[in-house]
């Protein structure tokens, strides 16, 4: 008999080996809940037991911080991401394992980070994304200008 899926350890491994579709419905309905998996929702990395306990400054230069990404807020990342092209993201992440996740997967994540953290000023670089070469980016691009769209008319029905 044929094992259906990996083999680990010696058994087969009940996990399917097809990878799930990145844009199914059921991924875009739980994209806003992503952050309870870690268990502490609505509470910083840095105030978690573990982080709080065990950290230490960093030290070793190789691991410091790009100069894209220092000191600025996830809203701020995204929004330069989503606006970068491929020269300047070669550039700024040169030597630097970023690069495995390519410009495409970064540009995605920063829509799904503006959709669910974005602001009505986050609208519009949402909204130039949407003509983006690349299909997963629109699709998310499209899926935050959704999000940030409904949330703007809540805010004006209970405004006025």
Not at 60 to 75: N, T
């Amino acid at each position: 008999m044929a094992a259906e899926g990996p083999v680990v350890r010696g058994r087969a491994s009940r996990t399917p080996t097809a990878t799930p579709n990145p844009s199914s419905s059921r991924e875009f309905a739980n994209r806003s809940r992503a952050g309870s998996r870690n268990g502490y929702t609505g509470t910083s990395p840095k105030k978690s037991p573990w982080n709080v306990r065990f950290a230490e400054e960093l030290r070793e230069e190789a691991f410091a911080a790009r100069d894209i990404l220092a000191g600025k807020d996830a809203r701020t990342v995204a929004r330069e991401l989503l606006a970068m092209t491929q020269e300047e993201f070669s550039r700024a992440f040169k030597g630097s394992p970023m690069k495995r996740a390519k410009l495409r997967g970064l540009k995605r994540n920063a829509a799904v980070v503006l959709g669910n953290v974005g602001t009505a000023e986050d609208v519009e670089v949402l909204e130039r994304a949407l003509d983006d070469p690349e299909p997963l980016v629109r699709e998310h691009a499209a899926w935050a200008v959704s999000r940030l769209g409904a949330s703007r008319l809540k805010a004006r029905r209970s405004s006025g």
